[in-house]
């Protein structure tokens, strides 16, 4: 098959070679890093093959968060551009479950909100539709991805989130060389690591950048 | 007198020494820089003297703001310090009618946000208040600051939001210290740049990291 998908439980194998910029998403019980535990790690060269890790609490027999040398190695080395979707939400869970700090960020939904000025969808369904043609099923997005077990339809629907994002990524920087505003999404993209620790801090609510 | 204040139209003085750090503040006809114009930037070295360069329109018979050769050096010169409280507001307007961009910003309500936590007080006043004991009145801050003629009360409020940056500046820096947050109000002083100029293209009103 063109697309396949690899599962792993609690760490990448050894000896994985994704290159310099790859594709990442991250599955969880729900939308509070503080009370939502991760659950899967997607990870995409843009070779058409997904790599998910499976976190598994030690408590189900699994490994949890406490053995991933090779996923940490990888998120933490800052030559490796790590590409997302909404990063600001996958940076903040990374960081507190993995206690690591990523950088070299770079964010589909930020490009899309400086170039796609002429609509209020920026979503990853939506982008991927309008720039790639591809339709993506969002059905499994709020699913139990706790469960030890993960079905047929979630696993495609966790690597479909890795496996277009480089395709979606040159469509949006060209665009975004076109607008002039390559420079000011570096600058969002810098911020991303901050950003998430400012939310994991509780600066989501009260903005810390706000007046009142 | 103690405290001295310096008012110039149009520009600074050259061969004026101002130190590493200077306290800026600005006054304007409003808080929307695209319809508000400035009229007068504020800046101390910490010594107890107070720099206003007011901005008189051309058609009022003053330089406008394109002459201002020596203010701008100062601004873009990044071996400067430039100390400010709510730099955001400061900084788009000073980007957007001085046509520069501001690097190597610090920012008094950005620490007092990260430090100050135990109250939802922020304000230059409070801050003044709690932590070097000196009462401002804020009675002119929405005075016509646009008068040809500023009162010498409206001077005097204008030097005062200056003045004690500096002192009030040591506190909050040592208690971001003490917090263990001296590097998080890095990331964030460091973002104040790419912050006013996507405040100048709107995203104030929606937020560029929102999901939504
Ligand atoms: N308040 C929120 N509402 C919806 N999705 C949110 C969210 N905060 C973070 N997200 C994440 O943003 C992603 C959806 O982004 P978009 O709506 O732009 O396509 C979801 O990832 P998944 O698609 O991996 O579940 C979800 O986890
Ligand atoms: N929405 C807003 N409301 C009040 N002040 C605002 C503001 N946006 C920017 N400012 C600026 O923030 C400063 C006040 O900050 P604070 O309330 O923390 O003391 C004011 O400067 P001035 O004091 O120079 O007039 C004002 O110009």
């Known amino acids: 098959p063109r697309n396949a998908i690899h599962l792993y439980e609690g760490d990448l194998p050894d000896n994985l070679e994704l290159g310099s910029t790859i594709a990442i998403d991250t599955e969880t019980m729900g939308l509070n890093p503080h009370r939502d535990r991760l659950c899967l790690v997607q990870i995409s060269s843009g070779d058409g093959q997904a790599h998910l890790v499976q976190f598994v609490p030690e408590h189900l ?6 053995h991933c040398p090779n996923l ?19 940076v903040a869970v990374l960081q507190h479950y993995l206690g690591i700090t990523l950088n070299s960020i770079i964010c589909t939904k930020i490009a899309a909100r400086l170039v796609y000025t002429f609509t209020d969808k920026h979503g990853l369904a939506y982008l991927s539709r309008e720039l790639l043609g591809i339709d993506m099923s969002k059905q499994q997005q709020s699913s139990d991805w706790g469960s030890p077990t993960l079905t047929e339809d979630q696993l495609q629907y966790a690597a479909s989130d890795v ?3 480089h395709a979606l990524w040159n469509k949006l920087e060209a665009m975004l060389i076109r607008e002039g505003r390559r420079d000011l999404a570096q600058s969002c993209y810098d911020f991303l690591p901050a950003r998430a620790k400012l ?7 009260s903005d810390i950048f706000a007046h009142r």
Chains 1, 2 share one sequence.
């Open 61 to 66: 027999g699994g490994r949890g968060y406490g």
């Open 72 to 90: 940490k190695a990888l998120l933490q080395d800052s030559s490796v551009t790590k590409l997302m979707h909404f990063a600001r939400f996958d």
């Open 163 to 165: 496996l277009h994002l």
């Open 199 to 205: 939310d994991l801090l509780g600066y989501d609510v």
